[in-house]
């Protein structure tokens, strides 16, 4: 007959393999999950059209300024030169010169505005690249741990699956087909402990009558609370 101190053990092993597949299983996920990046990686993305959209404004800007001072070194020479007497040419040209200085110096206040724009875009670029490239550097350490970890659970799996598998090569079949129907049926926990007369595992305390049964070993007892077999160390 399969005693309970015997199913105890093999629960003890059991608890093991299922402990280190909750383990593996976790390190697969996240080493199959990629590097958690991809709101750095868009955030990026729209910072480079930004970046993109302010140089491509400040190059038209800086053209139109530069066209605009031209244009205003023309209309002082017209002013300044003496070829033009007449009042109302002149008049007409002071008005344009002054237009012109007037849209000059919009013009250098948004060249002004969209450079500093640029740095500040261009420091934010750099910054999450950089970032990017911290966050592969670290997955690439964390790869190389997981991968690690997963050779050292399955190794220790394998020597306690051969442990298990030995001890129940020796214990009763009806015996071990009880355990697992409770096991499944109790989250894994098929045997409890009985110490100072309390069930270990719902924590409630035995009758004086089945507390003797489970001490002298002979049948297999179950606690009449949560239904478990009782194991007497």
Known sequence: MTSP???F?????????????GQAAKAEKEATGGVASEALEEALKNESQWLEEFQSQLKTRRVEAETQKERSTHLDGQLYGGA??????????EQEAANVRTQTEK???????LSVQVEESQTKCTD??????ENRAAWETRQTELTELLARLSSEREGIASQRGDLAATLDPAGIQQYEKLRNAKGGLAVAKVERGLCQACRMSLPTQQQQKVRSGRTTVLCATCGRMLFLN
């Open 9 to 21: 053990f093999l629960q003890e092993l059991d608890l093991a393999l299922d402990k280190i597949d």
């Open 5 to 7: 101190k015997q199913l």
């Open 107 to 113: 013009l250098d206040t948004e060249v002004s505005e």
């Open 128 to 133: 999450m690249e950089q970032q990017l490239k």
């Open 84 to 93: 033009v007497s007449n009042p109302s040419a002149l008049e007409s040209l």
